[in-house]
């Protein structure tokens, strides 16, 4: 599913991430944002800790305040005066779906006021599984000295490789341990204010780098064939395994073999990549050489785009590679982020001949080739969604168009956007945004649809 993300710019000069569905996973290398100047709180914040009762006044609450603010007009804050058997007390951002081969860096300030100076507070971080279940017992930043005069910054970094593998939300928490607030009462609320919280996510390295020397005892269950079934009672099929006949590094490689070609296309070692990630490009390379008798047939890489149930929704090849019994030859093809189909699930990787290079293929003459030294390399080839806007066209791409009331011709009234010559920070140009109805929007100026 692809999801529709709404940049608004609006009058006050704020700008809001608007996504037209819950927010789903952070790609890598954007940023979350949250500066607390909405209208209401976004609703995957919420309060951590004894669950606020309306009837008693008691627990712990969050809400947006005119208080205090490092930026802008407003923050974030977070009130307790229940203090049991909870082991922090504050405000909890729940992410969904995070992506698992990126780190995040969470930074956000935090100010108390005078009767909870010099209080320590910490960054939580619990991973959860999708339905809500926790994976262990969370990790945290270490203690921040938190001051009534100045905002103070705290931090943690999420690496890739400490996020449990079945993740489907972690929980960043922003609080007062326990022992820093147990004296809190309904008199003397333990209180803090948070704003301008960041939490951006980095690709750190190449997600699903594989290499294949063929080296162990016993091949890689991921590995199998493409061609016809070998049976056992017939000896008749293709088949893979492990061979020390032939190795370009090391002691060993994974031999293909065939006796009987049929209605397959082609006939070879297959490798299945499940749940690849569809942001990232992939680069497959490997090295064949053939005995003697097969001696400058061709082989090729095929590539099978699967949804996760096995079905075909698409195949590309690599073009034809003359192979040798003399020379190791390299075959190689990149699989480009832009052509995998946005429901795959997984990807076969076939190392193969073509039907027509081994037709005379039989029991006495099977058809061999010897595959060593296989890398799959992922790659992030770019920022996702990097788009810069300087409104120099002739006309405003159609996925700007206005946030408000809609612009009526005939009355005059609304809100619209155009390109105007009046201001410009750099070149000549810029968008201007027009509001004269403020009805029931929380909101005037500039949107953004990005699909």
């Given at each position: 599913m692809k999801k529709r993300i709404s940049l608004v710019l609006a009058l006050t000069m704020v700008i809001q991430l608007l996504f037209a569905v819950p927010m789903q996973s952070l790609a890598a290398d954007v940023s979350l944002n949250f500066g607390f100047e909405e209208e209401s709180?976004?609703?995957?914040?919420?309060?951590y800790g004894y669950p606020f009762n309306a009837s008693t006044q008691l627990g712990t609450q969050v809400s947006l305040s005119g208080d205090q603010a490092r930026t802008g007009n407003g923050s974030l804050k977070a009130e307790t005066n229940r203090v049991d058997a909870y082991g922090m007390y504050g405000a909890q951002y729940q992410m969904m779906n995070p992506d698992l081969s990126a780190s995040y860096t969470v930074s956000g300030y935090?100010?108390?006021p005078q009767e909870w100076d010099g209080k320590k507070a910490r960054v939580y971080v619990y991973y959860r599984t999708s339905s809500g279940s926790s994976l262990g017992?969370?990790?945290n930043s270490g203690e921040f000295v938190l001051s009534s005069d100045d905002w103070t910054e705290l931090s943690y970094t999420i690496a890739a490789d400490q996020i449990p593998e079945n993740t489907g939300r972690i929980d960043i928490i922003f609080a007062f341990p326990k022992k820093e607030v147990e004296t809190a009462s309904a008199e003397n609320p333990a209180v803090f204010y948070l704003d301008d919280v960041t939490i951006a996510g980095e690709f750190t390295a190449s997600p699903d780098s594989l290499n294949f020397g063929f080296e162990e005892e016993s091949l890689d269950s991921a590995w199998g064939i493409y061609g016809y079934p070998f049976n056992a009672t017939t000896q008749s099929g293709t088949q893979v395994f492990l061979s020390s006949d032939q190795a370009r590094t090391g002691n060993g490689s994974l031999k293909a073999e065939t006796n009987?070609?049929?209605?397959y296309g082609m006939y070879g070692a297959q490798?299945?990549?499940m749940n690849p990630d569809l942001s990232a490009s992939y680069t497959v390379s490997g090295y064949m050489k053939v005995p003697q008798e097969w001696d400058e047939k061709k082989g090729r890489i095929y590539i099978y785009y699967r949804n996760t149930s096995g079905g075909s929704i698409g195949t590309v090849n690599s073009g034809e590679f003359v192979l040798s019994s003399d020379d190791w030859t390299e075959l190689s093809y990149t699989i480009s982020a832009d052509q995998i189909p946005e429901n795959t699930g997984r990807i076969d990787i076939v190392f193969a001949f073509p039907k027509k290079e081994v037709e005379t293929a039989?029991?006495?003459?099977p058809a061999v080739f010897y595959l060593d030294d296989v890398t799959i390399a992922g790659e992030f080839t770019a920022s996702p969604d990097s788009l810069d806007f300087g409104f120099e066209e002739e006309s405003l791409d159609s996925a700007w168009g206005s946030y408000g009331y809609s612009f009526n011709a005939s009355t005059q009234l609304g809100t619209q956007v155009s390109l105007s010559g009046d201001q410009a920070r750099t070149g000549n140009g810029s968008l201007k945004a027009e509001t004269?109805?403020?009805d029931g929007y929380g909101m005037y100026g500039a949107q953004y649809q990005m699909m």
């Amino acid at each position: 599913m692809k999801k529709r993300i709404s940049l608004v710019l609006a009058l006050t000069m704020v700008i809001q991430l608007l996504f037209a569905v819950p927010m789903q996973s952070l790609a890598a290398d954007v940023s979350l944002n949250f500066g607390f100047e909405e209208e209401s709180l976004d609703s995957a914040w919420g309060s951590y800790g004894y669950p606020f009762n309306a009837s008693t006044q008691l627990g712990t609450q969050v809400s947006l305040s005119g208080d205090q603010a490092r930026t802008g007009n407003g923050s974030l804050k977070a009130e307790t005066n229940r203090v049991d058997a909870y082991g922090m007390y504050g405000a909890q951002y729940q992410m969904m779906n995070p992506d698992l081969s990126a780190s995040y860096t969470v930074s956000g300030y935090m100010k108390v006021p005078q009767e909870w100076d010099g209080k320590k507070a910490r960054v939580y971080v619990y991973y959860r599984t999708s339905s809500g279940s926790s994976l262990g017992n969370p990790v945290n930043s270490g203690e921040f000295v938190l001051s009534s005069d100045d905002w103070t910054e705290l931090s943690y970094t999420i690496a890739a490789d400490q996020i449990p593998e079945n993740t489907g939300r972690i929980d960043i928490i922003f609080a007062f341990p326990k022992k820093e607030v147990e004296t809190a009462s309904a008199e003397n609320p333990a209180v803090f204010y948070l704003d301008d919280v960041t939490i951006a996510g980095e690709f750190t390295a190449s997600p699903d780098s594989l290499n294949f020397g063929f080296e162990e005892e016993s091949l890689d269950s991921a590995w199998g064939i493409y061609g016809y079934p070998f049976n056992a009672t017939t000896q008749s099929g293709t088949q893979v395994f492990l061979s020390s006949d032939q190795a370009r590094t090391g002691n060993g490689s994974l031999k293909a073999e065939t006796n009987r070609v049929d209605g397959y296309g082609m006939y070879g070692a297959q490798y299945q990549m499940m749940n690849p990630d569809l942001s990232a490009s992939y680069t497959v390379s490997g090295y064949m050489k053939v005995p003697q008798e097969w001696d400058e047939k061709k082989g090729r890489i095929y590539i099978y785009y699967r949804n996760t149930s096995g079905g075909s929704i698409g195949t590309v090849n690599s073009g034809e590679f003359v192979l040798s019994s003399d020379d190791w030859t390299e075959l190689s093809y990149t699989i480009s982020a832009d052509q995998i189909p946005e429901n795959t699930g997984r990807i076969d990787i076939v190392f193969a001949f073509p039907k027509k290079e081994v037709e005379t293929a039989s029991a006495e003459n099977p058809a061999v080739f010897y595959l060593d030294d296989v890398t799959i390399a992922g790659e992030f080839t770019a920022s996702p969604d990097s788009l810069d806007f300087g409104f120099e066209e002739e006309s405003l791409d159609s996925a700007w168009g206005s946030y408000g009331y809609s612009f009526n011709a005939s009355t005059q009234l609304g809100t619209q956007v155009s390109l105007s010559g009046d201001q410009a920070r750099t070149g000549n140009g810029s968008l201007k945004a027009e509001t004269n109805r403020v009805d029931g929007y929380g909101m005037y100026g500039a949107q953004y649809q990005m699909m």
